[in-house]
């Protein structure tokens, strides 16, 4: 049976540079690749620094208005992260509001709305020590 992995998720964002800081400083992931994009409009490649293989494409063009409808059904993007508390003040710098403060197995959450609407689940699996 064939095995595989999540490569990327392409996200469409009125603001692709603000959007890429927040994950840089968040996750300390590097931007891997900018430029025009094939049916125009531009993208920037935000993801896991040196080996690693995932990323999130950050698109925009001229569909991406103030009025722009995302699509659905999409709940949420989830990250994992060594320092939870160090991610959700990245996150309240950036002037969002983390929400949905959870503590249950396997690991502790919180949740945020970027500027374009798009919801992020941001969790550590770190246990505490004892």
């Known amino acids: 049976?064939?095995?595989?992995?999540?490569?990327?998720?392409?996200?469409?964002?009125?603001?692709?540079d603000r959007s890429a800081q927040l994950l840089r400083q968040m996750l300390g992931w590097e931007e891997r690749w900018r430029g025009e994009s094939q049916m125009?409009?531009?993208?920037?490649?935000v993801g896991e620094p040196k080996?690693?293989?995932?990323?999130?494409?950050?698109?925009?063009?001229?569909?991406?208005?103030?009025?722009?409808?995302k699509g659905q059904p999409l709940n949420h993007i989830a990250f994992v992260v060594d320092d939870l508390d160090g991610a959700e003040r990245v996150v309240a710098a950036a002037g969002l509001k983390p929400f949905g403060h959870?503590?249950?197995?396997?690991?502790?959450?919180?949740?945020f709305f970027d500027w374009d609407g798009?919801?992020?689940?941001?969790?550590?699996?770190?246990?505490?020590?004892?």
């Not at 959870?102 to 949740?111: A, I, L, V």
């Open 40 to 45: 125009g409009g531009r993208t920037i490649h």
């Open 1 to 16: 049976m064939p095995k595989g992995t999540l490569e990327h998720a392409n996200l469409s964002v009125t603001q692709p």
């Open 118 to 130: 798009i919801e992020f689940e941001i969790v550590s699996y770190e246990k505490a020590a004892s």
């Open 51 to 69: 080996n690693g293989q995932a990323y999130i494409a950050l698109y925009t063009g001229d569909h991406v208005k103030g009025d722009y409808s």
């Open 102 to 111: 959870d503590d249950y197995e396997p690991g502790k959450r919180f949740y």
